[in-house]
């Protein structure tokens, strides 16, 4: 689609509706990580979450895009494509990064979790502080200055990728996974943070752990992090 609030993005025009498959539809909204983007996909998200559209099945929010899954037996492909291209024209120029005050912009909550920085919670802490040429104690003055958006969920379930990293303490990969992270470890992987709900194997640079439940199948949300939110790391002395 095209409309007055399109905007050139790199080669592409972005809003942008476009099927994938038989009964799910994307709509890009950038072709890059940017926080306004972002801000807009989960304003466009509530909006579509609002119109309590009967076709919808599921909404998964991303960096840049929204996918939409619908049931094709009670809404066709057109009739949704009409429906969603009307909310991302009204929803243009509205959301959290136009201070417009929209009833539809999003603002995001903001999570906090306790960590333990390095020793056995943070193997990978002194690694991070030698390459980024800083003490101990700054890497953890550092990290846990700054409030982290959730970009999205994924990898594992509840797994959140966090953006706004202090680019002084952005580190590569281990070269070599780990075979087995612990649940909660909080690791850094180039210009992003992380944490690890449950153990897994990861290559994440770890700098710490939360002894907060992550992810839970008892709750009805199992997820304690969500989209959208940001997260902020306050440093303790232990988990107890």
């Not at 009833?103 to 193997?123: H, M, Q, R, T, W």
């Not at 409030?147 to 990728?161: E, H, K, L, S, T």
């Not at 180039?190 to 990861?202: F, L």
């Not at 290559?203 to 008892?218: C, H, S, Y």
Request: hydrophobic share 40%; net charge negative.
């Amino acid at each position: 689609m095209a409309s007055a609030a399109s905007a050139e993005v790199g080669n592409g025009v972005f809003p942008r509706v476009v099927p994938a498959g038989d009964s799910a539809i994307l709509i890009e909204l950038g072709s890059e990580i940017n926080p306004a983007i972002n801000d807009r996909v989960y304003s466009l998200a509530n909006s579509i979450a609002q119109s309590r559209l009967e076709a919808v099945i599921e909404l998964v929010p991303t960096y840049r895009s929204i996918l939409i899954s619908y049931d094709p037996l009670v809404a066709s492909y057109s009739e949704m494509i009409e429906r969603l291209e009307s909310l991302v024209d009204n929803s243009s120029g509205s959301g959290a990064d136009s201070g417009s005050g929209d009833e539809n912009s999003f603002a995001p909550k903001i999570i906090e979790l306790p960590v333990v920085y390095g020793g056995e919670d943070g193997p990978d802490i002194d690694n991070v502080a030698e390459l980024a040429g800083v003490s101990r104690q700054e890497v953890i003055d550092i990290h846990s200055g700054v409030d982290y958006r959730v970009y999205m969920i994924g990898f594992a379930p509840g797994f959140p990728y966090l953006g706004g990293l202090d680019q002084r303490i952005a580190t590569p990969r281990l070269k070599t996974p780990r075979i087995s992270v612990p649940a909660g470890s909080v690791g850094i992987a180039e210009s992003q943070t992380g944490v690890y709900p449950n153990a897994s194997p990861g290559g994440w640079q770890l700098i710490g752990r939360t002894a907060a439940k992550l992810f839970d199948v008892e709750n009805s949300s199992p997820s304690l992090i969500t989209p959208g939110s940001k997260v902020r790391f306050v440093p303790v002395e232990s988990h107890e």
